[in-house]
C-alpha cells in the first residue's frame, strides 16, 4: 500500500532532522508520497502566512503529517504556529510517551509512562491583554467538553494498551473554577473504567514525585501548560529531548513531532539528533498501521544507542546528523525478524 503523507520540514534543525527520519522511514520499505508543505519562517520568507491555508489543507486531505520543529520569533506578533496548527486541525490530544533506552545512562531504569497534554485551551488559547499600562490580564479558558474528550481518549489508549492507572493532575486547591472543572469531567469520564485505577495529584508534587521514583506513574492526565512543562520535565529522566517523540491527535488527522525545538544555533552544521523526530516517525507508521515498521526504526535506534558508537553531541558523543542516521538504517532489524 502507498500512503500520501504531509511533510513540514520545518525550520533551524528542522530540514535536517525531518530529512533524516524521512531517510530512516524509507529504508523501511513503506511507500510513502511525501507532501511538502511551508510553514513558520520559511512561509513568510515565501510571501505567505505563517500557517498557509494550502498546508492545512494539506493536512486535512492526508490526515497525517510529520512534523520538523518551526520557530516562532518572540516578541514580534507572530502568533505560535504550533498553537495555530493544532488549534485550526482540532487535534485536542497531545500524546507523548516517556521511556527509557538502553544504552543511555540516566538515573532511573526502565522509566515507561505516558503524558497526555489537552491540547487546545487553557493558558494557550492566547487569550490575552493590557488592562492598564504595565498590567497584563491571561484567560485560562477550560471548558467541559475539551477536558471530556481528552479524558476520554486517555482512558481509551489505556484500555487498549494495557495501562493500569490515570493520574490527573492539577492546580484545583488554587484554581477552583477551572482545574476544578477539568477533574470533573475525568471524574466522570473514570466512572466508566472501574477495571483502571483513577487517581489526583497536584501539579507540585507530581513533579517531585517523578523525579524520586517515576515509576509510580503510568499515564499523566492534565491541562495544557501543566502538560507542557511536564512532558519536558519527564524527558529529562530519560535521556533528553533528543529522545522524546510526540504525537497530536484530533478526530480526523494527526500531527507527528519531536519535543524539541529548532536549535537555530546548530542549523545547517549536520550536528542535530534526529533521534526523536525518528521515533515519531515510528509512531506516525503505527498509527497508520505499519506496526512492523515501526518496530524495526525503535530496534534500529535501541541497537545503536546499545553500541554507543555513533552519539551526536547531545548525548555525549561527535557524530553527525548523517552519521547516526546512516547507523540507525544500518542496524534496523530485517523485516522476517520482526514479524508476527
Not at 91 to 105: A, I
Not at 186 to 192: G, I, N, Q, S
Not at 306 to 322: C, F, K, P
Request: net charge negative; charged share 25%.
Amino acid at each position: 500500500m502507498k500512503y500520501t503523507i504531509t511533510l513540514l520540514p520545518g525550520d533551524g534543525i528542522g530540514p535536517e532532522v525531518s530529512g533524516a527520519a524521512v531517510r530512516i522511514v524509507e529504508a523501511t520499505g513503506v511507500e510513502i508520497e511525501w507532501e511538502c508543505c511551508l510553514a513558520g519562517i520559511d512561509a513568510v520568507d515565501a510571501g505567505m502566512e505563517t500557517l498557509p491555508e494550502s498546508t492545512l489543507d494539506s493536512v486535512r486531505k492526508n490526515k497525517v503529517a510529520l512534523k520538523g520543529p518551526i520557530t516562532t520569533p518572540v516578541g514580534k506578533g507572530f502568533r505560535s504556529v504550533n498553537v495555530g496548527l493544532r488549534k485550526a486541525l482540532e487535534t485536542y490530544v497531545s500524546l507523548r510517551p516517556v521511556r527509557s533506552w538502553k544504552g543511555l545512562k540516566t538515573r532511573h531504569d526502565d522509566v515507561d509512562l505516558v503524558v497526555f497534554r489537552e491540547n487546545t485551551e487553557g493558558l494557550y488559547a492566547g487569550r490575552e491583554h493590557e488592562v492598564v499600562p504595565g498590567v497584563v490580564e491571561a484567560l485560562k479558558i477550560i471548558t467541559a467538553d475539551a477536558s471530556r474528550r481528552i479524558a476520554e481518549y486517555a482512558f481509551e489508549y489505556a484500555r487498549w494498551t494495557g495501562r493500569s492507572k490515570i493520574t490527573a493532575v492539577h492546580k484545583a486547591s488554587v484554581m477552583k473554577l477551572s482545574d476544578g472543572l477539568f477533574l470533573d469531567m475525568c471524574r466522570e469520564v473514570a466512572r466508566r473504567y472501574p477495571f483502571i485505577t483513577y487517581e489526583e495529584q497536584p501539579i507540585d508534587k507530581v513533579a517531585m514525585q517523578i523525579v524520586l521514583d517515576p515509576h509510580r506513574f503510568d499515564v499523566l492526565l492534565m491541562e495544557n501548560l501543566y502538560g507542557d512543562i511536564m512532558s519536558d520535565l519527564c524527558s529529562g529522566l530519560t535521556g533528553g529531548l533528543g529522545v522524546a517523540p510526540g504525537a497530536n491527535i484530533g478526530d480526523d488527522c494527526a500531527v507527528f513531532e519531536a519535543v524539541h525545538g529548532s536549535a537555530p544555533d546548530i542549523a545547517g552544521q549536520n550536528k542535530a539528533n534526529p533521534i526523536a523526530l525518528t521515533i515519531s516517525a515510528a509512531m506516525m507508521l503505527r498509527h497508520i498501521g505499519e506496526r512492523a515498521a515501526a518496530r524495526r526504526i525503535e530496534s534500529g535506534i535501541e541497537r545503536v544507542l546499545v553500541a554507543g558508537e555513533v552519539r551526536t553531541g547531545d548525548m555525549g558523543g561527535r557524530a553527525s546528523t548523517t552519521e547516526i542516521t546512516d547507523a540507525i538504517i544500518a542496524a534496523m532489524p530485517s523485516p522476517e525478524e520482526v514479524a508476527e
